[in-house]
């Protein structure tokens, strides 16, 4: 919230580009040096991965490839406000290269396929500017897109459906930013409204189970509201959207009028709690 309130107006004909990784350094040198020092200690151990006052590492390495963590930094990356950027290959979970020197280590040539230099180029090893990633963990020949493409199940497809879902609604991309009041501290929540669009983000940033109850501000809430990333829906309750989210969980939650038979259950069960 400290960063979002310093961050200066712009034109309303133009936008912010916000990425989460690029081709040079993640820099730290507007942190504080505690900041820093635990920002290194935690995504850096390793001094090789380290460049300048920061650190010089791909998303999936620096998230250990936690499919679950790299799945909520692109959620935040297309919620929040401004245009987002990709940069190649974390679409597909790529490594880098450490032991190569500067920032040579997150310029490694994109992974295709399995094949010659994962589909890249035809030349020679030896010729290429940098050599293809090829430690264990992410391979070309494992981590590519042809492999991707054939895994339903992979970080390329999830990515290509959120983008999709995004995509669809304006407001995403043009609309206002307010933080919700969730009163708890893993959980990060936020609106996004534009015209008569208005989704709530609501990001579980811990490790553990979280409840969670966040403000809707009206008392009269009578809205239904729908994930968009998926098939679950919640009332909300005396001006509260109450919910439980698992480890690194997120939810894009649309305003939505409760159909016929959903509104007459709700009534239903508040009638029986009132006995």
Request: charged share 30%.
């Amino acid at each position: 919230e400290y960063i979002m309130n310093r961050t200066p107006q712009i034109p309303d004909d133009c936008q912010w580009a916000i990425f989460l990784r690029c081709h040079d350094e993640l820099t730290l040198e507007m942190v504080t040096d505690e900041d820093r020092l635990f920002m290194r200690e935690n995504y850096a151990p390793d001094h090789r991965a380290r460049i300048n006052l920061g650190i010089r590492r791909r998303l999936a390495p620096l998230l250990d490839n936690d499919q679950r963590r790299i799945k909520l930094m692109n959620v935040m990356l297309f919620s929040m406000p401004g245009t987002p950027l990709i940069y190649y290959g974390d679409e597909i979970g790529m490594g880098d290269n450490i032991w190569l020197d500067d920032r040579d280590g997150v310029r490694t040539p994109m992974q295709w396929n399995a094949e010659k230099n994962a589909g890249f180029s035809e030349a020679d090893a030896d010729k290429l500017y940098l050599p293809v990633i090829v430690d264990p963990e992410y391979n070309y020949t494992k981590v590519n897109v042809e492999a991707s493409e054939e895994n339903e199940d992979s970080l390329l497809n999830w990515m290509r459906q959120i983008i999709d879902i995004r995509k669809q609604y304006k407001v995403f991309g043009r609309g206002s930013f307010t933080f919700a009041n969730a009163n708890h501290p893993s959980i990060l929540s936020y609106w996004r409204e534009y015209e008569a669009e208005k989704v709530l983000v609501v990001i579980n940033l811990s490790a553990v189970d979280q409840s969670v109850s966040i403000d809707l501000v009206k008392e009269d809430y009578e809205h239904q509201l729908a994930d968009l990333l998926s098939t679950d829906k919640l009332f909300a309750q005396d001006g509260f959207a109450k919910l439980w989210l698992k480890p690194y969980e997120f939810k894009w939650m649309k305003e939505v009028e409760p159909d016929g038979l959903e509104l007459a259950m709700k009534e239903l069960k508040m009638e029986i709690e009132l006995g």
